[in-house]
């Protein structure tokens, strides 16, 4: 059914196609004109009808034409894997566009066409406005389907010039392009509803003074936040300590006006970007090791066995595969304490995400364990000796 329905709507509209172009009156054979056909009467009473069903058509037609046209081309793009995320990303981001740019364009021709007093309309431009603001606006909409598109590719793994890309770097040039399109869009806007650019820009002069004073944070915050993009303290998912604020965690986002740190209790903080103009920040995720430091506090009954244990550490440390032999590994017998022998060990491993360094950081202390037990020794614990002085026993006396 639905395949002669489809036959049918192509009759019709075959129809309409020869009504417009042949359009001759028929004659008899001794030359005497006869009435014209059916379909050039209805063209003479009801011109602005076929019109419209020309419009509708062709706007139907370039509908799908277009749809079919960025398919294969995606499709294209597709197999080819290639590097040029950019122009994978450009038929999916412009089909939209498009089509909308196509029915707004034949809203406005149907609207003319129609026999309606569009005097003062015509008159002032309106339509021809809506048509410019039309194809502004959808090119706004493709500039931004694009960008959009483009970036969540790379944020997927896509490279730029042989060098991958880390998530910061992206959304900070996702904002900066943000940025442009929305200016350069709004100065086009301007231009269509005959705004004198020139005006704007010295009433914009006063109204930044004013807003200068007004939103200053808002504004530091803002510049602050370019400037992390710029030179990159941190990106997103570093580990950062503020020691100023007494926060510590992995950075969730970098935004306009705030960054998100998640705390390892899972807690966020939503930090003023300008904050890290003055604040020392440490950045956890861009050492080359992290350090292990720790004091063992042996009995004083394991005396004899300190020297044996502490070469027995320093050979497990030097052979540890978590640790970097860069810098060699310290075991030293620290102190003396109130109740221990002290071995001060200090080593530095590989692993800088803080869940990995936790697991090599217990891998060493229970290997450091195993060897104290390994010698016959044994930890110290806090513990107080008192010495009493000889107590003299005096036999009970019973009295009378």
Same mark, same amino acid.
């Given at each position: ?30 030359? !005497? ?344 020794? !044994? ?22």
């Amino acid at each position: 059914m639905s395949y002669f329905c489809q036959k049918g709507r192509a009759i019709v509209w075959l129809a309409t196609l020869i009504t417009l172009v042949y359009d001759w009156p028929l004659e008899t054979s001794e030359g !005497d004109a006869v009435d014209p056909p059916i379909f050039s009467r209805l063209l003479e009473a009801y011109g602005w009808l076929v019109a419209v069903s020309v419009v509708l058509a062709a706007a139907i037609a370039l509908h799908f034409a277009i749809g079919l046209l960025l398919e294969f081309w995606g499709g294209h793009w597709e197999r080819r894997r290639g590097k040029r995320t950019i122009l994978r990303s450009l038929p999916l981001a412009i089909t939209l566009p498009l089509r909308v740019l196509i029915w707004i364009m034949a809203a406005t021709i149907v609207l003319q066409i129609l026999p309606l007093d569009l005097g003062r309309l015509q008159e002032s431009g309106f339509i021809t406005k809506v048509q410019r603001l039309a194809v502004v606006v959808c090119g706004l909409m493709f500039l931004m389907r694009w960008k959009s598109a483009a970036l969540i590719q790379y944020r997927a793994g896509a490279e730029w010039g042989g060098t991958r890309l880390d998530r910061g770097t992206i959304d900070g040039v996702g904002k900066l392009i943000t940025l442009a399109i929305l200016l350069f869009g709004l100065l086009l806007i301007l231009r269509i509803f005959g705004v004198d650019l020139m005006a704007v820009v010295t009433l914009g002069g006063f109204g930044t003074l004013a807003l200068g004073f007004a939103g200053k944070d808002v504004i530091s915050n803002f510049f602050a936040g370019l400037m992390l993009y710029f030179t990159r303290p941190f990106v997103v998912g570093d580990l950062i300590t503020v020691p100023d604020k007494a926060i510590e965690g992995n950075v969730e986002a970098i935004g306009w006006y705030l960054t998100e740190v998640r705390a390892p209790d899972h807690r966020s903080y939503y930090l003023p970007n300008s904050l890290f103009s003055s604040a020392v920040v440490i950045n956890g995720s861009r050492g080359l090791d992290r350090r292990v430091e720790t004091t063992l506090g042996l009995r004083y009954d394991d005396f004899e066995e300190l020297v044996l244990i502490a070469t027995a550490l320093r050979a497990m440390l030097s052979s540890h595969p978590a640790v970097n032999q860069s810098t060699a590994p310290i075991v030293r017998f620290n102190k003396y304490g109130e109740s221990s022998l002290d071995l001060y060990i200090r080593v530095y491993t590989y692993e800088t995400e803080y869940d990995k360094f936790l697991s090599a950081q217990e891998s060493l202390l229970l290997e450091m364990g195993r060897i104290v037990k390994q010698h016959g020794a !044994d930890f110290a614990f806090p513990t107080t000796r008192l010495e009493l002085p000889p107590i003299e026993i005096v036999p009970f006396k019973k009295f009378p």
